[in-house]
T-cell receptor, first 113, second 111 residues
Framework: GNSVTQMEGPVTLSEEAFLTINCTYT??????LFWYVQYPGEGLQLLLK?????DKGSNKGFEATYRKETTSFHLEKGSVQVSDSAVYFC????????????FGKGTRLSVIA | DGGITQSPKYLFRKEGQNVTLSCEQN?????MYWYRQDPGQGLRLIYY???????QKGDIAEGYSVSREKKESFPLTVTSAQKNPTAFYLC??????????FGQGTRLTVV
């Protein structure tokens, strides 16, 4: 079945550092890929998405590129801020859309000033 | 404003009591979902529904029940059979094969 594997956290960075959170997936066909962010005590918010190979999703300085050859969708940001501290989830939607999103286990990011 | 509304935000349950969590959406989405999140953990799927009057069990359905009588509403009942119900519950909705939109969650505590 479909699955998503994220790097384990927590990740602690200093402000203005470069961020990478790794995400790889297993799926048949061409799934859509997503990154969600969850702030403390809140629901998940869609951060960015990509629906086909080589697409780059971007939002709020975050980027991720859909790499079919490596089955990856790594999240990157060039300069993190304290306000980026949150839990980040990678997810996929199967190509036919017949089943719920499959989520990774989440990666907690803490950014210190 | 379109979105998903979960209520209440905080809920307390006594041992042996059933409680119902509300989830309403005005996004005209066909599919709705319930997830459970424990501290420091990912999301686990409880139930989902892709159409009115139909729903399927997720990975951890035991001790929970749902109904989908209206497109806009997908309430979750946590029954007394659920032995460890204290958790953060998240409701979501989507159009098929697209991103899901989440509510703000309900934190359930057994007292």
């Amino acid at each position: 079945g479909n699955s998503v594997t994220q790097m384990e956290g927590p990740v602690t960075l200093s402000e203005e550092a470069f961020l990478t959170i790794n995400c790889t997936y297993t799926a048949t066909g061409y799934p859509s890929l997503f990154w969600y962010v969850q702030y403390p005590g809140e629901g998940l918010q869609l951060l960015l998405k990509a629906t086909k190979a080589d697409d780059k999703g971007s939002n709020k300085g975050f980027e991720a590129t859909y790499r079919k050859e490596t089955t990856s969708f790594h999240l990157e940001k060039g300069s993190v801020q304290v306000s980026d501290s949150a839990v980040y989830f990678c997810a996929l939607s199967d190509a036919l859309g017949n089943t719920p999103l499959v989520f990774g286990k989440g990666t907690r990011l803490s950014v210190i000033a | 404003d379109g979105g998903i509304t979960q209520s209440p935000k905080y809920l307390f349950r006594k041992e042996g009591q059933n409680v119902t969590l509300s989830c309403e959406q005005n996004l005209n989405h066909d599919a709705m979902y319930w997830y459970r999140q424990d501290p420091g953990q990912g999301l686990r799927l409880i139930y989902y529904s892709q159409i009115v009057n139909d729903f399927q069990k997720g990975d951890i359905a035991e001790g929970y029940s749902v109904s989908r009588e209206k497109k806009e509403s997908f309430p979750l009942t946590v029954t007394s059979a659920q032995k460890n119900p204290t958790a953060f519950y998240l409701c979501a909705s989507s159009i098929r094969n697209t991103e899901a939109f989440f509510g703000q969650g309900t934190r359930l505590t057994v007292v």
